[in-house]
T-cell receptor, first 112, second 113 residues
């Protein structure tokens, strides 16, 4: 079964530290996305990618970098984590022919 | 600019009642519209989508949604509601041709047994 796997599932980070969230998909999808979920804001797009070795900015890219080294893998990098980046992060993939997002289980990040 | 509005943050009803969750959108072109559901402690799951064609689209778990171009709405419906429908529901719009998806803030639905 096609799947999107995120790691870690939860993480506690210190302010100013570096955090890397990883995402792996077996859907053979071209598109991958990083969203964050905050109470009162729904899901907001951080970065996305439609091909390996290329990433695009979403609506809220500040403070985040993304990396797509292969079709299957998409990472979100917080170089200097801040308190405001405490949230749940979702990775998703999609096939342009289906227009449907497949989400990972999410990563709960707490920055202290 | 595109946007999705879900005006009701919370909806509560009794099991057996009909449910309707509201969604309105703003988009300059023909929209692709979606509903996703998030059960407590879980990730988001696809429910249904409207791309073109019939205004009423049916999805999983007995849900359907009606696309109304006249008032830019895409409301989610189900009758009767079941306690297991308690979850958070998100309406989304695709930036057509760009594969970008924009989500509303979600509606938390509580169905009382």
């Amino acid at each position: 079964e096609a799947a999107v796997t995120q790691s870690p599932r939860s993480k506690v980070a210190v302010t100013g530290g570096k955090v890397t969230l990883s995402c792996h998909q077996t859907n053979n999808h071209d598109y991958m996305y990083w969203y964050r979920q905050d109470t009162g804001h729904g899901l907001r797009l951080i970065h996305y990618s439609y091909v390996a070795d290329s990433t695009e900015k979403g609506d809220i890219p500040d403070g985040y970098k993304a990396s797509r080294p292969s079709q299957e893998n998409f990472s979100l990098i917080l170089e200097l984590a801040s308190l405001s980046q405490t949230a749940v992060y979702f990775c998703a993939s999609s096939d342009s022919s289906q227009n449907t997002l497949y989400f990972g289980a999410g990563t709960r990040l707490s920055v202290l | 600019a595109q946007s999705v509005d879900q005006p009701d943050a919370h909806v509560t009803l009794y099991e057996g009642a009909s449910l309707e969750l509201r969604c309105s959108y703003s988009y300059s072109a023909a929209p692709y519209l979606f509903w996703y559901v998030q059960y407590p402690g879980q990730s988001l799951q696809f429910l249904l989508k409207y791309i073109t064609g019939d205004a009423v689209v049916k999805g999983t778990k007995g849900f359907e949604a009606e696309f109304r171009k006249s008032n830019s709405s895409f409301n989610l419906k189900k009758s009767p509601a079941h306690w297991s429908d308690s979850a958070k529901y998100f309406c989304a719009l695709e930036n057509t041709g760009y594969q970008n998806f924009y989500f509303g803030k979600g509606t938390s639905l509580t169905v009382i047994p």
